[in-house]
């Protein structure tokens, strides 16, 4: 098919999203989406994208399916446990300065980075404090997220990241272990706040002492993750941290110029005016 053309479609089928659910995917990477809209329309077994088109516009449960293939749920817990080494080690401790914290985890997909978060708050004795909102615009991996019970098999995983993350407890405390999985304790969760927030299209809707927001911005042009960089500028006090994903970086924003590095290896920044 000619490139040029399959733009000019792709950008018809997001902007016809964007009209008729609010859906704001135009300013994504378009590579992945590229690639995700082709997945969609083989497991629709329709064959073009003004196929797919027609049946997003006109069948809500398949805007659905295309949603959930372009959020790319993919997450884990204690991701990259370096830099939740470096969230103990070097943040936290500097979140105690302040009576009352709120934390906001954006694009917190299935939940395994909240809950990860919430240990790390209770282990380094800040949880009692602290009020975390964990926001997707998904709202399937908010529901999971609530639900906090994961596949067993990933358990492994899970701890061995969470011992590298400077875990010093057992880790299979954190939940208890049945058929249906992994169903971590509720008493995680007690000061979480779950809601769907686009980021794309959504606003500023409170102040925060600590973002993380990891592995989202990737699949954001520049233009959106700019904005993104003001929303989160907008939503971090003064002296606050935002933390992103390993292949994410702040200097393609101008608000750069208002931040520190609080890590020298790990995406961790503080801003300071
Ligand atoms: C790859 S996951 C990252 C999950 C987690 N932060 C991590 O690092 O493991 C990307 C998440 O971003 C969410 N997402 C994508 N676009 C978004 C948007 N515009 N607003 C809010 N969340 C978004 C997706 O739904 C998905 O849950």
């Not at 790319?72 to 969230?87: G, K």
Request: net charge neutral; proline share 3%.
């Amino acid at each position: 098919m000619d490139e040029n053309l399959e733009r000019i479609e792709v950008g018809l089928l997001l902007q016809g999203i964007y009209a008729q659910y609010g859906y704001d995917f135009r300013n994504y990477a378009y590579p992945v989406i590229r690639r995700r809209v082709w997945h969609r329309i083989q497991a629709e077994r329709l064959e073009t994208i003004s196929g797919l088109q027609e049946k997003v516009l006109h069948d809500p449960s398949c805007v659905k399916r295309l949603v959930s293939d372009f959020s790319i749920a993919v997450t884990e817990m204690f991701r990259d446990p370096h830099f939740f080494l470096s969230l103990r080690q070097r943040i936290l401790p500097r979140l105690h300065a302040w009576e009352a914290i709120r934390v906001w985890v954006a694009g917190c997909s299935s939940g395994e980075e909240v809950y990860s978060v919430s240990i790390l708050l209770r282990e380094e004795g800040l949880a009692n404090r602290t009020e975390i909102y964990a926001t997707d615009m998904n709202p399937d991996g908010l529901q999971k997220a609530q639900n906090g019970v994961y596949s067993l098999d990933v358990m492994q995983t899970y701890t061995s990241n969470y011992l590298r993350s400077g875990g010093r407890h057992v880790f299979s405390d954190y939940y208890t272990a049945s058929s249906r999985g992994a169903a971590f304790r509720p008493e995680l969760i007690e000061h979480v706040v779950f809601a769907q927030h686009n980021l794309a299209t959504d606003r500023a809707f409170h102040t925060f002492h600590l973002i993380l927001c990891r592995n989202v911005l990737i699949y954001f042009n520049g233009v959106l993750q700019k904005e993104v960089f003001d929303l989160f500028h907008q939503s971090l006090v003064t002296g606050g941290f935002l933390g992103l994903g390993d292949a994410e970086s702040i200097s393609i924003s101008d608000i750069r110029y208002n931040y520190e590095r609080a890590d020298p290896l790990q995406k961790w920044y503080r801003r300071i005016k």
